[in-house]
């Protein structure tokens, strides 16, 4: 495979997932991991993405107010975030983690709305701020420099006492036997506590995440309540939830 090929797949790669792994894009290219180290220096140098230790993230992920050209697929995620608009209801407590899809519903929610709406997520706090009439609650912890969310016992144990009334959990793949999935053992923990915390889980999910896994589970897909795809709910690609006694929007 040229260069030039492999920089696009690792490229596409963290436009999907937002962070990619040195060893997970070695093994998927069949190189080296010093040649994928060496593909993301240059591709960071040209400010295609951002390395970090051991990887590298999206421009659009690791951004407190990112650049609508450097959100991949943004058009999807504002239709996932319009649908996601659906499901709240004026006075209710909600629960955003993490990622640009939600970044974007928050954004959308309107000022009039009366809403609690609690995160780990500091963008989407930042983002909420403007908000007259939502409050904004932070879910506390050790901040995560590459996801931006907070992480650690403290968090944990936040979510241990409250029960929202719906979560929209973003997640990095999902499939529908290996269930939800992330790269980041520390978040998985998070979003497992975020489920716990709520009467109803919902994930809002760019098709193209869709069959993809990554190391460590954080739920079964028939765990979660609602999926939200850019998709029409009868898409062939969907298929394989329609059996699982989740609503497809």
């Given at each position: 495979?040229?260069?030039?090929?492999?920089?696009?797949?690792?490229?596409?790669?963290?436009?999907?997932?937002?962070?990619?792994?040195?060893?997970?894009?070695?093994?998927?290219?069949?190189?080296?991991?010093?040649?994928?180290?060496?593909?993301?220096?240059?591709?960071?140098?040209?400010?295609?993405?951002?390395?970090?230790?051991?990887?590298a993230?999206?421009?659009?992920f690791?951004?407190?107010?990112?650049?609508?050209?450097?959100?991949?697929?943004?058009?999807?995620?504002?239709?996932?975030?319009?649908?996601?608009?659906?499901?709240?209801?004026?006075?209710?407590?909600?629960?955003?983690?993490?990622?640009?899809?939600?970044?974007?519903?928050?954004?959308?929610?309107?000022?009039?709305?009366?809403?609690?709406?609690?995160?780990?997520?500091?963008?989407?706090?930042?983002?909420?701020?403007?908000?007259?009439?939502?409050?904004?609650?932070?879910?506390?912890?050790?901040?995560?420099?590459?996801?931006?969310?907070?992480?650690?016992?403290?968090?944990?144990?936040?979510?241990?006492?409250?029960?929202?009334?719906?979560?929209?959990?973003?997640?990095?793949?999902?499939?529908?036997?290996?269930?939800?999935?992330?790269?980041?053992?520390?978040?998985?923990?998070?979003?497992?506590?975020?489920?716990?915390?709520?009467?109803?889980?919902?994930?809002?999910?760019?098709?193209?995440?869709?069959g993809?896994?990554?190391?460590y589970?954080?739920?079964?897909?028939?765990?979660?309540d609602?999926?939200?795809?850019?998709?029409?709910?009868?898409?062939?690609?969907?298929?394989?939830?329609?059996?699982?006694?989740?609503?497809?929007?």
């Amino acid at each position: 495979m040229l260069k030039e090929e492999r920089q696009q797949f690792i490229l596409n790669e963290v436009r999907i997932h937002n962070k990619v792994l040195l060893t997970d894009m070695a093994d998927l290219l069949n190189v080296s991991v010093d040649t994928v180290r060496r593909d993301i220096k240059e591709l960071d140098r040209s400010d295609q993405l951002k390395k970090v230790h051991g990887g590298a993230v999206s421009l659009g992920f690791n951004n407190y107010n990112p650049i609508g050209k450097k959100i991949y697929s943004l058009e999807k995620k504002a239709l996932i975030a319009e649908k996601a608009m659906s499901l709240i209801k004026e006075g209710q407590i909600i629960l955003l983690s993490g990622g640009t899809t939600n970044l974007e519903l928050a954004r959308r929610l309107p000022s009039k709305m009366k809403l609690t709406c609690f995160t780990p997520s500091l963008p989407i706090a930042v983002q909420l701020l403007s908000k007259t009439n939502i409050e904004t609650i932070f879910i506390g912890g050790r901040l995560s420099k590459d996801s931006q969310i907070t992480i650690g016992g403290s968090a944990i144990n936040m979510l241990s006492e409250i029960k929202v009334d719906i979560c929209f959990l973003g997640t990095n793949s999902i499939h529908p036997t290996e269930g939800l999935t992330e790269f980041d053992w520390e978040i998985v923990q998070m979003k497992k506590a975020m489920i716990h915390s709520s009467r109803k889980v919902v994930s809002p999910c760019i098709s193209e995440k869709i069959g993809s896994m990554q190391r460590y589970k954080i739920c079964g897909a028939e765990d979660i309540d609602v999926l939200i795809t850019e998709l029409e709910p009868w898409d062939a690609k969907l298929e394989a939830f329609k059996n699982m006694n989740i609503q497809l929007l």
